[in-house]
């Protein structure tokens, strides 16, 4: 059972039509996890930004960073790749919701 199948099963009046995967958002049915709408090269950059000495990609790491970017206000550069999938989660979770 998915996660949307979960929450959609346990609070159905609530969540018709309100719980969407990210492949449904962007189309892309190997989209997973928050952390997979950002390419390879933009994780360690971003990972690099609070852990400059990091070689590889680490969840655990990534997740950190982001919280630590998000904690001192610092936005760090991405890729336009990156930038028009959550560009595009945005716009299709605004078009549903209005539905």
């Known amino acids: 059972m998915t996660a949307k199948q979960a929450y959609t099963k346990d609070m159905q009046i609530l ?9 449904e958002l962007l189309g892309e049915s190997q989209l997973r996890s928050m952390e997979s709408i ?3 090269e933009d994780k360690i950059a971003i990972i690099k930004e609070i852990h400059p000495a990091a070689k ?8 950190s960073s982001i919280q630590e970017l998000l904690a001192t206000g610092r936005r760090p550069a991405i890729s336009r790749e990156s930038e028009a999938r959550f560009e595009k989660m945005i716009s299709e979770i605004r078009k549903r919701i209005k539905a």
Do not use: E, G
């Open 56 to 63: 590889a990609y680490s969840k655990k790491m990534f997740n």
């Open 15 to 23: 969540t018709k039509d309100r719980i969407f995967s990210l492949a």
């Open 38 to 40: 950002f390419t390879k």
